[in-house]
């Protein structure tokens, strides 16, 4: 695997915390997680590799207003919808009613997935990195591809 840099910038975006992440339902996660995608693949430069990575170092950081900061564990919730988008499109099922409806989430295919690759855990996302800087909302998203993914 090469070493690589990508990049994204969502303007306009406000990341909801976790608080409300957790009580938002499921059709309003998916909108609000489309938006982010839509966003993303404008943004994202260069274009995604041929294959996920499989380890790498995050950084995002948060343009927030001074009002709507998030405390320090708060702030590595809210990027949850980011992460997820940043994978592959995966396929899953959910209930209707009493039917069971298959159904995918699309995404950029930049990571294998977004469990922690700190030390022997087998996730691609070595370090997780978020940010905040009082500003106009905007969101910043740097992905450094590891070259040695034991390291």
Not at 57 to 77: E, F, I, M, Q, W
């Amino acid at each position: 695997m090469s070493a690589g840099r990508w990049t994204l910038h969502l303007d306009d975006v406000l990341l909801p915390g976790p608080n409300r992440l957790i009580r938002m339902n499921a059709h309003d996660y998916r909108k609000l997680r489309d938006e982010i995608l839509l966003l993303a693949r404008a943004t994202l430069t260069p274009a995604p590799p041929p294959a996920p990575l499989e380890a790498c170092h995050v950084t995002v950081t948060l343009h927030r207003p001074a009002r709507s900061l998030l405390d320090a564990d708060a702030k590595y919730g809210a990027v949850k919808p980011l992460l997820d988008v940043l994978q592959p499109p995966r396929a899953y099922s959910r209930r209707v009613g009493a039917r069971t409806v298959q159904d995918a989430t699309a995404g950029l295919g930049l990571l294998r997935d977004d469990r922690d690759g700190e030390g022997a855990l087998q996730g691609c996302i070595h370090t997780l990195r978020v940010v905040q800087v009082i500003g106009a909302p905007h969101v910043e998203v740097v992905v450094d591809a590891v070259q040695d993914p034991s390291a």
